[in-house]
Nanobody
Framework: QVQLVESGGGLVQAGESLRLSCAAS????????AGWYRQVPGKQRESVAT???????NYADSVKGRFTISRDSTKNTVYLQMNSLKPEDTAVYYC?????????WGRGTQVTVSS
């Protein structure tokens, strides 16, 4: 059974950093395209950062210059480095990944940024 397991969330103060990880397990196939999304209660899930199989990245305007998405193919893991965190970054962060021909979602990790 393929699973995406996120980790690295937590409670930090504004200006601090966190690194989220998303590890794929239960598969012999590599992550192709992947992305991080976030959602706050009462709002739609939004895209934060994406990375293609070829390494092309894309970011939401609200996180450009502060967040960096990357991947380690040897570990079948995708990362989201979040610097200069702001209270408005508070949300549940979800990992999404295309593995072989199926799109998977992780269960999410909470990020809370206090002012």
């Amino acid at each position: 059974q393929v699973q995406l397991v996120e980790s690295g969330g937590g409670l930090v103060q504004a200006g601090e950093s966190l690194r989220l990880s998303c590890a794929a397990s239960g598969t012999i196939f590599s992550i192709k395209n992947a992305g991080w999304y976030r959602q706050v209660p009462g709002k739609q899930r939004e895209s934060v950062a994406t990375i293609t199989n070829g390494g092309t990245t894309n970011y939401a305007d609200s996180v450009k210059g502060r967040f960096t998405i990357s991947r380690d193919s040897t570990k079948n893991t995708v990362y989201l480095q979040m610097n200069s965190l702001k209270p408005e970054d508070t949300a549940v962060y979800y990992c999404n990944a295309l593995i072989y021909v199926t799109n998977y979602w992780g269960r999410g990790t909470q990020v809370t940024v206090s002012s």
